[in-house]
């Protein structure tokens, strides 16, 4: 909309629709993204993260992954040089950056989860373990992950290191459990197919 536009528009609830008419009476310009310091950057993607939560607690996924994902690209165009080792951007410590950035992609792996899209789920749970690697609920979700797409190897491996730092875990321990049944019946029928194999070798 421009200034001084007036704009109506009409929304369905329930049986009945709703009339309104808005008009754009003050606008402010705050610069261009790759103008701002990365303090506002990161202020404004905490402020997503944060409305991203809420959607997320109210089971609106869909709504929950968009803000999760404008704060991550908003934290993506903070300018950082991949040789320097200061421990500052602009006034924010990297470290700040570096632990927003891993839970954010936690997060937003979280909303696919929940969604069972396991395919969107491992990669962004390979990108919290960049930062984290012993992060309990990206091993745990991507255990699971690996588990469904039937890669049984890389499943076992996950979720053997969420029980190795979290012993007690039930929900670890059932899908555990799930993957090593799995892996003895493909290694069973593995045997059976190379014993054959040897059987008919000798046949021959």
């Not at 200034?3 to 606008?27: H, P, S």
């Not at 993260?49 to 994902?69: L, Q």
């Not at 789920?121 to 990108?127: A, D, H, N, R, T």
């Not at 039937?150 to 290191?161: G, I, M, P, Q, V």
């Amino acid at each position: 909309m421009l200034l001084n536009e007036i704009a109506q528009f009409t929304i369905a609830i329930g049986l009945e629709d709703i009339t309104a008419v808005i008009e754009l009476v003050e606008f402010s310009f705050s610069g261009f993204i790759y103008q701002w310091s990365a303090r506002k950057k990161m202020d404004l993607a905490i402020r997503h993260k944060e409305k991203g939560a809420r959607h997320f607690n109210d089971r609106n996924h869909a709504e929950a992954a968009y803000r999760f994902t404008k704060a991550i690209k908003i934290l993506c165009s903070i300018p950082i040089a991949v040789e320097s080792k200061a421990e500052l951007v602009d006034d924010v410590p990297r470290t700040d950056l570096r632990a927003l950035t891993s839970k954010l992609y936690n997060n937003l792996s979280s909303c696919y989860f929940r969604e069972n899209v396991y395919d969107l789920v491992s990669p962004l749970c390979q990108k919290v373990l960049e930062f984290e690697p012993n992060n309990v609920k990206a091993l745990y979700k991507l255990g699971v992950a690996y588990k469904m797409d039937r890669d049984f190897d890389r499943a076992l491996d996950a979720l053997s290191k969420v029980i190795k730092i979290e012993p007690q875990n039930k929900a670890c321990e059932h899908h555990l459990a799930e993957v090593r049944d799995e892996l003895k019946k493909a290694n069973a029928k593995m045997d059976d197919i190379m014993r054959k194999m040897f059987v008919g070798s000798i046949n021959k």
